[in-house]
């Protein structure tokens, strides 16, 4: 992907409950602290949508044998997902039953039916998620699943995958509710644990089998591939305050690009204008300097500033408008160590 990615660390606000019966259940009301909450992962996620976030982590990893990870993930807000799986592995994943609105995976729109999404954990992968989203990941070594590959079918683990890092194959209802049962049977706390290696290589071969049950996708084509690589170069750009990049204008003169083909490029790929998706992405950063690591010298203005945010009053209505608090309030908090 291009981008690195702190350590996770466990969120002050995140509340945690297992294991029972080997399932893991973290809840938290932060976004980034959400991201962290994932075992072994190294992502971050920006809210895009306002208010309070409300996000819950199901999960089981399971170190005998192959390693293997199966999760389901709730996210109620709007979010934009820059994911790193453990290293050496591959994710699989796929929307629960209740999945509404479009989601995007490394730019490209899943709005017709349900997808089965594939990715390297050496490349990475993006997700635009809708309000109140819910997801499975299956993760595995990769290894691992070049063998039980070359055992089915003879496929091997490339072919499934597009430009060898990431793929997705769109899955009928009957195949998506079988493997949505096959996932809450695992994360069933009340389930029969004697059977989970069992049901565990039951869903990855299900898996592989769905991934190689439909044609191969059309591959990005170097149009897709270029605007995904504008917008998430001007990410990267708005993440780093001390290049001065003042407004659109300035942004499509770094990029040489046209401000029209600027905005198409990133409703294409994140569904919102730049200057809206990017004062998100900015807002998102804020949020976390404030939650950690602060200089406690430092006030909400000086922080702000260093963002871009030269306006106090507009950028304390942005704020509260997207995370659903003011900034001050997030500070105060931060420093009293709640």
Not at 9 to 16: E, F, L, N, Y
Not at 226 to 242: G, I, S, T, W
Not at 295 to 309: K, L
Request: hydrophobic share 35%; glycine share 10%; charged share 25%.
């Amino acid at each position: 992907m291009g981008q690195d990615f702190a350590p996770a660390t466990s969120g002050d606000h995140a509340r945690r409950s297992g294991p029972d019966a080997g399932i893991r259940v973290c809840r938290s009301d932060d976004v980034a602290e959400h991201a962290d909450n994932i075992s072994r992962w190294h992502q971050e996620y920006e809210q895009l949508s306002g208010g309070v976030f409300a996000g819950c982590i199901r999960e089981m990893l399971s170190e005998e044998g192959p390693r293997l990870q199966v999760f389901h993930e709730y996210t109620e807000q709007e979010t934009s997902q820059q994911c790193g799986p453990w290293s050496g592995s591959v994710w699989m994943g796929l929307p629960d039953l209740s999945r509404t609105g479009e989601v995007r995976f490394c730019g490209r729109p899943h709005n017709d039916g349900v997808h089965l999404m594939m990715a390297r954990a050496s490349s990475g992968f993006t997700l635009r998620t809708p309000r109140d989203f819910g997801i499975y990941g299956i993760v595995a070594d990769e290894g691992w699943l070049a063998s039980r590959l070359d055992g089915r079918h003879g496929r091997r683990l490339e072919q499934l995958l597009t430009h060898g890092s990431v793929a997705s194959r769109a899955l009928s209802p009957a195949r998506h509710s079988e493997l949505c049962f096959l996932i809450e049977g695992l994360l069933d706390p009340a389930g029969v644990r004697s059977e989970t290696g069992d049901l565990c290589t039951e869903l990855v071969d299900l898996l592989l089998d769905s991934l190689g049950d439909q044609p191969q996708p059309s591959a990005r084509t170097v149009l897709e591939q270029r605007r995904f690589d504008v917008v998430m170069q001007a990410r990267r750009l708005a993440l780093h305050p001390d290049i001065a990049v003042d407004g659109v204008d300035q942004l499509c003169e770094r990029l040489h690009v046209t401000r029209r083909t600027l905005q198409n490029h990133f409703n294409s790929v994140v569904g919102m204008s730049p200057k809206d998706y990017l004062k998100r992405v900015r807002l998102n950063a804020v949020r976390r300097e404030l939650q950690h690591g602060c200089d406690p010298a430092r006030c909400v203005h000086d922080i702000a500033m260093h963002w871009g945010f030269w306006h106090l009053g507009h950028f304390s209505h942005d704020y509260r408008e997207l995370f659903g608090e003011l900034p001050s309030q997030t500070l105060k908090r931060s420093l009293a160590g709640v």
